[in-house]
């Protein structure tokens, strides 16, 4: 059963940032969207790139030979290795998005003041009771 | 010369199969002045311009027509009597294609250029198509200019029996450049694929590395040609642009497309952002769009290796009969290699073809 970790202090991740964290001795990577957060295994799925590394990006589309349609800026990752790019929402691979998937894990904001009533892991935080936390199950 | 018998032959002919690569050959320009405009016929008389024969096939060249085919004049299929005695009646088609590879696409001129495709066209109306129902032709186009390209296509098509568009392996620039896209929605209009035959018009080496010495070289190069055709047209976004249309890869031998697409495949994942119209894997696009011919295919003798050569391509749509009658790529009646189940067999002589050159689904004219 996956358990709760805290991983960030809100303040560390503001949007457009990422953090590499370990929960359940697995390497997660955390990334702050504009206020939404999401978390995938820091493995890149094809050969096991960082992802932490990789360039965040936007998705570019093409209605037509010679139109760039540059959309959802930050909300990709390329993996630095073959620079094969992931949707952070989904960590669906653009190239193979039902066979190719970086995993997901559930990540929320909780309260410091709930978080010290557990049942939270937290080896390396000192949680204070004024402050929000990010949290990853895994 | 030898006409063959027209008794049948071979256990693996399919009778009634249409033949997507034949060569009928344009002995020297002396043959093409009825058809030329006053004009040229009188330039090339007068310049002294006797043949447009191309170092892609050099007359002597063992390659170019198996022995027992040539003339005396050392040439082989300058008659449609003589190629349809062959292809039709020994092999068995019920239709041949004709891939004129005449040197039109050489000419630095294109004014030239285009007097000779029009003249070569017409020869090819008249001497062959006339002659032989069972005759369909390429439309020679002067790549030399596109508007001229575009118009010979629109003059040429009006004729039912021209059921493709032919151009070589290497031109000038590639295939895929924006430049020649009128010349793919001329032949959409048309309901012709394109057909891109081996052979180069010589404006670059026909290696990346530069000139070759020995004419091996140059044959052998042209699959590196044909590599570098496939990505241009599918990078630069022609299946994009023109959904509806099949290019044929004429003699192109088969076997390395497959190593190709792997290798096309895997670094489209990592750079498809450089081409976002390129919005599905290369393997599928060349699957719905590029077909091949089956001479040569490029693999040993021994049936196993065939059967699993072809399951490499994934699709058993690919693949179109064609015997590149008179060139030498096969002994006996070998059209069609061994290790084709029947069923695919009969799909690459008819339905494969059939669903690739919409204008046989016709009655001519």
Redesign the interface.
């Known amino acids: 059963m996956a358990k709760k970790h805290v991983v960030a202090a809100v303040s560390e991740l503001p949007p457009g940032g990422r953090k590499l964290v370990e929960a359940s001795g697995r390497a997660i990577v955390v990334f702050n969207l504009g206020g939404e957060y999401f978390a995938l295994a820091n493995r890149c799925p094809h050969r096991g790139g960082d992802l932490s590394k990789g360039l965040l990006t936007g998705l570019?589309?093409?209605?037509?030979?010679?139109?760039?349609?540059y959309i959802r800026q930050g909300e990709i990752v390329r993996c630095p290795w073959?620079?094969?790019?992931f949707d952070i929402r989904t960590g669906k691979?653009?190239?193979?998005p039902e066979k190719v998937k970086a995993r997901r894990f559930g990540v929320s904001v909780e309260k410091g003041a709930k978080l010290i009533e557990g049942p939270y892991v937290a080896e390396t935080f000192k949680v204070s009771v004024e402050n929000d936390y990010v949290v990853v199950e895994a | 010369m030898s006409i063959s018998s027209p008794e049948p032959a071979g256990p693996s002919l399919e009778p009634g199969a249409i033949d997507c690569d034949v060569h009928p050959t344009v002995p020297d320009n002396k043959a093409l002045l009825p058809y030329l405009e006053p004009f040229w016929a009188e330039s090339i008389v007068s310049r002294g311009i006797a043949s447009l024969e191309s170092i892609s096939y050099p007359t002597k060249s063992p390659l170019t027509s198996r022995p027992e085919w040539r003339g005396k004049d050392g040439f082989a299929a300058t008659g449609a009597t003589e190629l349809a005695a062959q292809v039709c009646g020994r092999w068995q088609a019920g239709t041949a294609i004709l891939n004129c590879l005449y040197g039109v696409q050489l000419v630095y001129s294109e004014d030239m250029a285009r007097a000779f495709c029009c003249a070569l066209n017409d020869w090819i109306a008249k001497e062959w198509l006339d002659r032989d129902p069972r005759l369909r032709a390429s439309i020679v186009v002067p790549m030399q200019n596109v508007e001229y390209a575009v118009d010979e296509i629109e003059r040429c098509a009006r004729d039912r029996r021209f059921v493709q568009v032919l151009m070589l392996c290497m031109q000038e620039v590639p295939l895929g450049r924006?430049h020649y896209w009128p010349i793919y929605a001329a032949a959409i209009r048309h309901g012709l694929p394109i057909g891109i035959h081996a052979g180069s018009a010589y404006r670059n080496p026909v290696t990346a590395l530069g000139w070759p010495t020995w004419y091996i070289e140059d044959y052998a190069a042209q699959s590196q040609g044909f590599q570098s055709q496939v990505a241009s047209l599918i990078t630069?976004?022609?299946f994009?642009?023109h959904p509806e249309l099949k290019v044929v890869l004429i003699e192109s031998g088969v076997t390395w497309l497959s190593a190709f697409l792997w290798r096309f495949d895997k670094f489209?994942?990592?750079?498809?952002?450089e081409v976002?119209?390129v919005?599905r894997?290369p393997g599928e696009i060349v699957r719905d769009h590029f077909r091949m011919t089956i001479q040569p295919l490029d693999t040993p003798d021994d049936p196993h290796i065939v059967e699993r050569a072809i399951e490499h391509l994934r699709s058993d749509d690919i693949l179109l009969y064609a015997s590149d009658y008179p060139h030498w790529q096969f002994e006996g009646d070998a059209t069609m290699p061994a290790g084709i189940s029947p069923a695919l067999r009969r799909k690459i002589a008819i339905d494969n073809p059939l669903a690739t050159y919409a204008r046989l689904r016709e009655d001519a004219r």
């Not at chain 1, 570019?60 to 349609?69: D, H, N, R």
């Not at chain 1, 691979?93 to 193979?96: E, G, L, N, V, Y």
């Open positions: 570019v589309l093409s209605g037509e030979p010679g139109e760039y349609e073959h620079n094969w790019e691979s653009w190239c193979d | 924006r630069e976004g022609v994009a642009k489209w994942r990592g750079l498809r952002t976002p119209w919005d894997s």
